[in-house]
DNA sequence: AAGATATATGAATAATATTTCATATGAAAT
DNA sequence: ATTTCATATGAAATATTATTCATATATCTT
């Protein structure tokens, strides 16, 4: 199969970058949700949901179906599990940088 | 087997969310290559490279081992290469954003 | 159609990461 | 032991990204 260019790397990867992104595919792993269900459960704004989950949306990491008001959000779990499982086996232990 | 931290993924993406850390593991695809060798081959200052690798050592996204006064450098294929492969099948043509 | 709820969006601000440049370190050669 | 070449590092300047808040849109209910 032929390599996507660096850009497209780089963006998908930059899409991940992010606590809170990761945070709501911790919880996307387990069921799909609401924005409303998302903010409440990370007890943080919805704006700042709903533009984590945009940027997301924009890279195919998630996927949304309208139900009534709300707008139900799902992982693309078949690109997403395979790569964390992956982090899983690597050797993380030597990320030394701190987050605070 | 037990998923990693929130942080940890993080951590992880943070350090592949950069286009020249990208570039860099492209060339490294391909052989290992000293700091002076990727510097001239992306044609850019060699501080700016040695910045990149030392956070890409740090999480073990690449290693180094001594040659004379050079430092080669190689990439963790066994972590990279199944994760840029994934990516390659993923759906990016829905990462819309513009990278200038 | 007016009100209520759910979500999205734009733009200013705040936070974070990268670049740059000066300099330090380290290894080999003379 | 001094010079040279290769690489690393620190810190200020710059660039990029996230957060916040005000507001817009969209759907449902009455």
């Known amino acids: 199969m032929k390599s996507c260019s660096s850009n497209t790397y780089h963006l998908f990867f930059r899409n991940l970058a992010n606590p809170l992104r990761i945070d709501i595919i911790s919880l996307l792993k387990e069921k799909t949700m609401s924005v409303t269900e998302l903010s409440k459960k990370l007890n943080l704004e919805q704006s700042k949901i709903s533009h984590a989950l945009s940027s997301m949306k924009n890279c195919n990491v998630v996927e949304s179906k309208q139900n ?33």
């Not at 779990?77 to 605070?100: G, N, S």
């Open 68 to 100: 009534g008001k709300q707008r139900i959000y799902s992982l693309n779990k078949k690109t997403i599990t395979p790569i964390l499982k992956i982090i899983d086996k690597h050797k993380c232990r030597f990320c030394k940088e701190e987050i605070k």
